[in-house]
C-alpha cells in the first residue's frame, strides 16, 4: 500500500473528485467521503438497490470511509478545522465561489494546516470569464469541439460516456501523486487544479490544431474515420463490430483480405490522409464484405489478418464477453444494502509489486462518522450533540 499513512478528505461530487479519491484509496490512502447530511447527490443518480444508492456512487466510492458534515453550519468549524489538520490531502471539485463559501479555499485550509494540498477541479478553472460558473461533463464535451464533429454535420452529438470527466479525475490523480512527491522533497503543500473544459481541450486538441494550422474545416461523419480508413462501425448477420484500418501496412492486409489488391496501388487509398478522403468508398465496401458474415467469424477473420476490430456490444453483452469474464478486469463485491453482490471495477493498472485490492465496498450514508469524529477528539456527547444540530 504506496499511499499508507496518507489521509485523504473527499468533498468531491459525482465523478471527477470521487474518482481521483478513489484511485488514492486503491493504493492505500485512508479517504474519507464527505457528503451531505441527507447524502449527497451523486449518492442517488442512477439508483439502483433499494435505498436508492445510484451505480456512479458505487462504482466510484469503493474502499473508502463515509461521513456526513455540513460546513456550512457555524458549529461545524470546529469539526473542520480538526478533520482539516488531521489530513493530507483535501478534493473538491467545485468553483471557486463554492470553495470559498464552504471554508475549503486554501488560506483556510492552510491555516489549519500549512503544508495541506487541496485537488481542485471545476467546469472551467479558477481564471477567465466562466471562473463561476458551474458545467457537466456535457459542457467540455461540446466547447471543445467533439460534440461538433460527433454525429451528424446537421446535429452535433456527445459522447454517451463521459470522458470529460474521467480524463479530469486522472489528471487531478496525477496532479495529486506529484504534488505528494513534491512536498516530500520541500514540506511544502500546494494547491493542484485541473477543469473539464481544460482537460476536454487537451484530450480533443490534435483536431483543434490541425484546423488552426490547415483551414480544413472537418464536419461531422457519424462513425466513420475521416483521416484514415477503412474505419467504422459495420452490421454483421448478427450484430456490428468496430474496425480500423490506420498506417499502410494494416491497409495492404485488409485489402488482400477482401479481395481488393488492385487498391493498394490506387492513388485515391495511397495514404492515411487519401484513404480519409475517399473514406466512404471504403467503408461502402467494408460494409459489403462484414455483411456476409456473423460478428464472431467476421472477429475471426479480422484477427487472423491482425486488423484491429472489437464487437459493439451492448451492456448487458459486456458481463457476458469471455474476455472480460476472464481477465479480471471485473471484481464481484459484496454491497449489503444490495442484498447481493455488484460489480465493481478494481484500479485499471496492474502492478508487479503492488498490491491493489477492493477492501471495501462504498460506504453507506454517514456510516463512519462516530468513528472519525471519536478520532478527532470528539465525545460522545458532543457527537450527539452535533448530530442534533444537523452539522453531522
Not at 486488423?307 to 449489503?336: C, K, R, T
Request: hydrophobic share 40%.
Amino acid at each position: 500500500m504506496v499511499l499508507k499513512g496518507i489521509r485523504v478528505l473527499d468533498f468531491g461530487r459525482y465523478i471527477s473528485g470521487p474518482l481521483c479519491g478513489c484511485m488514492l484509496a486503491d493504493l492505500g490512502a485512508e479517504v474519507i467521503r464527505v457528503e451531505k447530511v441527507s447524502g449527497s447527490e451523486d449518492r442517488y443518480l442512477i439508483p439502483v438497490d433499494d435505498n436508492g444508492d445510484g451505480a456512479i456512487f458505487l462504482h466510484l466510492n469503493r474502499n473508502k470511509l463515509g461521513m456526513t458534515l455540513n460546513p456550512m453550519k457555524p458549529d461545524a468549524r470546529n469539526v473542520m478545522a480538526r478533520l482539516v489538520a488531521s489530513a493530507d490531502i483535501i478534493i473538491a471539485n467545485l468553483p471557486q465561489e463554492s470553495l470559498l463559501q464552504m471554508g475549503l479555499d486554501y488560506d483556510t485550509l492552510r491555516s489549519y494546516k500549512p503544508d495541506i494540498i487541496l485537488v481542485s477541479s471545476s467546469a472551467f478553472g479558477s481564471k477567465g470569464p466562466y471562473a463561476n460558473r458551474t458545467g457537466f461533463d456535457g459542457v467540455g464535451q461540446s466547447m471543445c469541439g467533439n460534440a461538433y464533429l460527433s454525429g451528424d454535420p446537421d446535429k452535433p452529438s456527445k459522447s454517451f460516456a463521459t470522458w470529460v470527466d474521467y480524463s479530469t479525475a486522472l489528471f487531478a490523480f496525477s496532479g495529486t501523486m506529484a504534488a505528494l512527491m513534491h512536498k516530500g522533497i520541500t514540506g511544502e503543500g500546494q494547491v493542484v487544479e485541473t477543469s473539464l473544459l481544460r482537460s476536454a481541450l487537451m484530450v480533443f486538441h490534435h483536431n483543434n490544431m490541425e484546423q488552426y494550422l490547415t483551414k480544413v474545416n472537418r464536419t461531422a461523419t457519424q462513425n466513420r474515420s475521416p483521416i484514415a480508413g477503412p474505419g467504422d462501425i459495420f452490421e454483421t448477420r448478427d450484430g456490428h463490430i468496430i474496425l480500423n484500418v490506420i498506417g499502410q501496412p494494416l491497409f495492404e492486409r485488409w485489402a488482400r483480405m477482401i479481395g481488393e489488391e488492385h487498391w493498394i496501388s490506387d492513388p485515391r487509398f495511397s495514404t492515411d490522409e487519401n484513404r480519409g478522403n475517399n473514406a466512404e468508398i471504403l467503408s461502402e465496401r467494408t460494409q459489403a464484405w462484414v455483411g456476409q458474415y456473423t460478428t464472431e467469424q467476421v472477429l475471426a477473420l479480422l484477427a487472423e489478418a491482425r486488423i484491429p476490430a472489437g464487437p459493439v456490444l451492448s451492456p448487458e453483452q459486456v458481463f457476458q464477453n469471455p474476455h472480460i469474464q476472464q481477465s479480471g478486469m471485473m471484481e464481484m463485491v459484496d454491497y449489503p444494502p444490495a442484498g447481493r453482490e455488484v460489480p465493481m471495477m478494481p484500479l485499471p493498472i496492474s502492478f508487479s509489486g503492488l498490491d491493489t485490492p477492493i477492501r471495501m465496498p462504498p460506504p453507506q450514508l454517514g456510516e463512519h462518522t462516530g468513528t472519525i469524529m471519536r478520532g478527532l477528539g470528539f465525545n460522545q456527547d458532543e457527537i450527539a450533540d452535533l448530530r442534533s444540530k444537523r452539522v453531522i
